[in-house]
């Protein structure tokens, strides 16, 4: 079977719902997604039946041990990493980045170097001025090509010195939307002998993930832009996890991956994880066989969440051309991203644009009124923001399709849009 739009959909309660006989259009997914029934029931089943604080000798607790201990595993199959050890979970992306922040940062120095990009959402970026303000390190800006919404890697290896010890990259933009060659990335920085830690939150939902292959030292991304609950997991190459100091209290483990968690987690939520992971999988056991040759080299699970995230991202790339073809035929409008056809697959399908009379948020407003969901703005991409000249104008209106979406519901934003841009 191929991709099934409507066995996809009605996975998802949220779809179905109406406000006075009016459909939702979900097109707010970079802001979050919406969830999966077998998501809701683990974290239901999860509360209701094993809960209980861990590594205690009663029932409850071993079940909440196997919860987390089965989300670890789910996370080292979505990622591809070596080890379930190796997988931190926190309350979100942003949240762990500052926690992390600080043990990378027993690793520098005064005047070491960190490189950042204008591509990147602000907790990729604040957390690490924030770091180089205490440590007074030197921050250097990997800039875009406004153009093309792309890196020049030259220009990453003309910022590259002998005091650069971290680069922090987004694997794709929340506002752009382009994805960058973090592999690129990564063999030019370890070359260097340099670090890596890369914002998978936008990645996430579109492409499949290979830590190993992409070859960075820290991957971190947030299941409620995934299709699962509002949680936040890191990945770490062990030998560098191993390295640092975790911030943590006494009597809190001092073993991986425990030490960088802190307190009590929500084990709810990472129940939820794991559900999140399975949901791929069973696209990809059911929809996509087609694609699991191109990861024969992994097996089960991870091998279907793998084919899963190629068929969806096929899918997504026919809603992107479409919803951006659209778009450039609407006077007015500009595209604050890559729009050539043939260059989808080096975007996932969040499109942001600007009009050249009506304000982003006036739009967002009228677009809500119609039960049309999406998000205006710089949403959090302030470097994005700034560098396009469109920080003071009020950011940009986002649509972000992801795999629940349809090409009618693409039409009929297109069709609400129009007479909204004319008033
Ligand atoms: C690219 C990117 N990075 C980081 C974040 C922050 O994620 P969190 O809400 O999990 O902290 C977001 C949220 O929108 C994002 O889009």
């Not at 520098?108 to 490189?115: A, M, N, P, V, W």
């Not at 991986?256 to 939520?269: A, D, K, N």
């Not at 794991?274 to 791929?280: G, H, K, R």
């Not at 399908?349 to 039960?371: C, E, G, M, R």
Request: with cysteine.
């Amino acid at each position: 079977m191929n991709f099934d739009l409507q066995a996809i959909r009605s996975q998802f309660p949220a779809l179905a719902i109406t406000d006075n006989g009016t459909r939702r259009i979900y097109f707010d997914n970079p802001g979050g997604t919406q969830v999966p029934v077998c998501v809701a029931e683990a974290i239901t089943d999860c509360l209701l039946t094993k809960n209980s604080n861990l590594g205690a000798f009663f029932a409850s607790s071993s079940d909440a041990d196997v919860v987390v201990q089965s989300a670890r595993e789910a996370m080292a199959d979505f990622l591809n990493a070596p080890s379930a050890e190796e997988i931190i979970f926190g309350q979100n992306m942003t949240t762990i980045t500052l926690h992390l922040s600080r043990s990378i940062g027993r690793l520098l120095r005064t005047g070491d170097e960190i490189i950042l990009t204008q591509m990147d959402h602000d907790a990729n970026v604040w957390p690490w001025v924030l770091l180089a303000r205490d440590l007074d390190l030197k921050i250097r800006w990997l800039p875009f090509n406004t153009d093309s919404f792309e890196f020049d890697l030259d220009d990453l290896d003309n910022l590259l010195t002998d005091r650069t010890r971290l680069v922090c990259v987004g694997a794709a933009s929340n506002l752009t939307g382009t994805i960058n060659d973090v592999t690129a990335i990564c063999a030019r920085a370890r070359e260097a002998g340099v670090l890596t830690y890369i914002d998978g939150v936008q990645a996430a939902p579109h492409v499949p993930i290979d830590v190993q292959e992409i070859g960075c030292d820290f991957y971190v991304c947030s299941a409620y832009k995934f299709f699962g609950p509002h949680q936040g997991i890191l990945w770490g190459r062990r030998e560098v996890l191993e390295q640092l100091e975790p911030y943590k209290v006494r009597p809190a483990p001092a073993e991986l991956p425990w030490c960088f968690e802190t307190g009590t987690q929500s084990h709810e939520g990472i129940a939820g994880i794991a559900a999140t992971v399975d949901y791929f999988a069973s696209i990809g056991r059911s929809m996509a066989q087609d694609h699991a040759g191109s990861w024969s080299h992994f097996s089960g699970r991870r091998q279907h969440v793998h084919a899963a995230m190629d068929l969806l991202f096929n899918y997504e790339k026919s809603l992107a051309i479409h919803l951006i073809e659209g778009l450039v035929g609407i006077d007015g409008i500009n595209i604050q991203g890559i729009a050539a056809a043939d260059a989808m697959y080096r975007r996932v399908p969040s499109v942001s644009f600007t009009h050249k009379n009506v304000p982003p948020d006036v739009i967002a407003a009228a677009l809500a009124k119609q039960n049309i969901f999406v998000w205006s703005g710089h949403n959090y991409a302030v470097e994005v923001a700034k560098t396009l000249g469109i920080y003071d104008s009020g950011g940009v209106v986002r649509i972000g399709p992801v795999h629940y979406n349809s090409v009618a519901e693409i039409d009929e934003f297109l069709l609400t849009l129009v007479p909204i841009l004319r008033a």
